[in-house]
T-cell receptor
Framework: GQSLEQPSEVTAVEGAIVQINCTYQ??????LSWYQQHDGGAPTFLSY????GLEETGRFSSFLSRSDSYGYLLLQELQMKDSASYFC??????????FGKGTRLHILP | EPEVTQTPSHQVTQMGQEVILRCVPI?????FYWYRQILGQKVEFLVS????????KSEIFDDQFSVERPDGSNFTLKIRSTKLEDSAMYFC?????????????FGPGTRLTVT
């Protein structure tokens, strides 16, 4: 079967760094995406890794290790507005992606 | 900035009725998608659409569902005979051709309530 595992909740302090891990088991693999979703909002694209390594976009970085079926999203200099749910998503076929269950990030002042 | 739009924002319907959810993807995008999200749960892929035909579909996308691009701008999801368990937020998304990061742009969603 297809499965993506990520922690259900993570809590961090404003200004700190947090890492959200994702492991996956899928029939195919083309790449790993990360999406942010605020309560009541639509998912917003953050990053995509097709190859091993680290991709950096501002305060957010995403890492992929295909041999370990593992990736993570790193958020630095946390701000209160980063409080949201974060979903990893595997592109398991050419034009189909599977989302994980999401990690709810709580940020404390 | 261009964005995906969806109508209506909220649709209430009775079990067994047909509903059509409408989406206007970003104008130069060529790949279109429908997802659903039951309250508090993960986003689930329903279908992808390219070049006027379905590219991929999930197990959820059974015979009660259909998609159509009736003109050059709209992309619709039809649910023929709604069930209580179809109550969810339905998101449309689109992406550009050849975008290496595979970024999908999501619309604000239509909340479907089946009573």
């Amino acid at each position: 079967g297809q499965s993506l595992e990520q922690p259900s909740e993570v809590t961090a302090v404003e200004g700190a760094i947090v890492q959200i891990n994702c492991t996956y088991q899928t029939s195919g693999f083309y790449g790993l995406s990360w999406y942010q979703q605020h309560d009541g909002g639509a998912p917003t694209f953050l990053s995509y890794n097709a190859l091993d390594g680290l991709e950096e976009t501002g305060r957010f970085s995403s890492f992929l290790s295909r041999s370990d079926s593992y990736g993570y999203l790193l958020l630095q200099e946390l701000q209160m507005k980063d409080s949201a749910s974060y979903f990893c998503a595997v592109r398991d076929r050419d034009d189909k992606i599977i989302f994980g269950k999401g990690t709810r990030l709580h940020i404390l002042p | 900035e261009p964005e995906v739009t969806q109508t209506p924002s909220h649709q209430v319907t009775q079990m067994g009725q047909e509903v059509i959810l409408r989406c206007v993807p970003i104008s130069n995008h060529l790949y279109f998608y429908w997802y659903r999200q039951i309250l508090g749960q993960k986003v689930e892929f329903l279908v992808s659409f390219y070049n006027n035909e379905i590219s991929e579909k999930s197990e959820i996308f059974d015979d009660q569902f259909s998609v159509e691009r009736p003109d050059g701008s709209n992309f619709t999801l039809k649910i023929r005979s709604t069930k209580l368990e179809d109550s969810a937020m339905y998101f449309c998304a689109s992406r550009d051709l050849g975008q290496g990061n595979y970024e999908q742009y999501f619309g604000p969603g239509t909340r479907l309530t089946v009573t």
